[in-house]
């Protein structure tokens, strides 16, 4: 691995990515930093030259945006060092408070798009990179890929869904093609998702005050995650510069399994 590393970075714009990127810029390495608003990331571009940051318009909904951003990085860098995959949201409720199509909506994003972005980067790292230098990717999942909660079907289903495309592309991967990949498993942690998670309107069948999903549904404007975020990424960082990284990488308290958000 080399020493001043290019990580490409998806969903920069805020939560993990945003932490993630400022860490690594100030490591002294070089970030690809993708969001579907670039201008959000306006106060980065302002602090960092031009040969140390690439910021690009990606969403991860669309293919051919994905394909650009890494050929631009390319043609700007020459090489890829980390993938950090985190493009996500969530949409909290029961199953029957969700509408189905924002259901498939959420998958298109946290899994279509995770896969999208693996396919590419593994492709980058085998192919464009010279030969045996590899990369790692890291597969930013949740603690709720592990163990499902209520008012949490469709993000931990998605979740559930990118931990075993991760574990099987992980199997499948030439050892020659030095391809390492990391399942990040966090818990609750204080980043901006907590305040931008939507809530699906409240089903009335699901009133009792009693109901798990009910009770965090009610308590949602006072809920304050333990989880530290720079010390989060920065054990993020630290795994990507393992010759031979986990597979899993978990993060932060668990034993709360309703306080659980889920949201990177």
Sequence with gaps: MYTDRVWFITGASTGFGRHLAELVLQK????????RRPSVLDALVSQYPVDRLLVLKVDVNIKQEILDAFAATKDKFGRLDVVANNAAYNVLGELESVPEEVGRALFETNFWG???????????????NPPGVGGRLLQISSISGLVGGAGLAYYSASKHALEGLSESLAAELDPA??????????????????????????????????LPATRMRNGWDTYDPSGDVKKAVEAIYNASSLSDPPLRLVLGEVAQRSHICGRN
Excluded at 28 to 35: H, L
Excluded at 123 to 128: I, T, V, Y
């Design 28 to 35: 002294g390495e070089k970030v690809v930093a993708t969001a």
């Design 177 to 210: 093609w030095n391809i390492k990949v990391t399942l990040v498993e966090p818990a609750s942690f204080a980043t901006e998702g907590i305040s931008k998670t939507v809530w699906a309107p409240a089903h009335p069948a699901y009133s009792n005050p009693d």
């Design 114 to 128: 995770a896969v999208t972005v693996s396919r590419e980067a593994v492709r980058f790292f085998r192919e464009l």
